[in-house]
């Protein structure tokens, strides 16, 4: 506030394992198609979201056998040891969030998933896709902190000529 520099020192750990969050690896599983140049790619897509306790959603597009956005949930439990606070991290659910049998766009094309989480859990998925005359729109579909749909996708891009994607929430 009194524009002096402030520093912290702190500790970063990680653990020696990672998790593969896709159960399907066949195919392309990206945010990003072929399409575009590297120019052209979004900045910094939001393709994972967190609650209140840690408990986490993360969001990708699938060119494999099952084209389309997924998301898949974790949970995360707290455990008070001697050495502080230790978390157990656990794949609760995968969903596919894109309709296969859309007539609102082509599912093959949705891409440029992001994700937004509430601290109750509830969390929405945006994407992008085609139509079928080749314009890019932007959908969305709630989720309550289960992974239950709230309701219907829906298109949340008011003009509907031309290209509208790279949607952040």
Sequence with gaps: ADGHDITHSFTILTSAS??????DPSGDQTFIPGDLASDVYPNSPQSVASDADGGMVVVWADAGV????????YDVVWTETIDGRE??????????????ASTLYLPSTATYASVARDGDGDFIVTWSAQNGSGDWNVFARRYDALGNPVGDEFRVNIETNGIQRFSTV
Excluded: D, M, Q, Y
């Design 66 to 73: 099952s084209p389309g956005i997924h998301a898949k949930l």
């Design 18 to 23: 990672e998790e593969r969050v896709n159960t």
């Design 87 to 100: 978390s157990t991290v656990t794949a609760v659910k995968e969903i596919v969030v894109t309709n296969p």
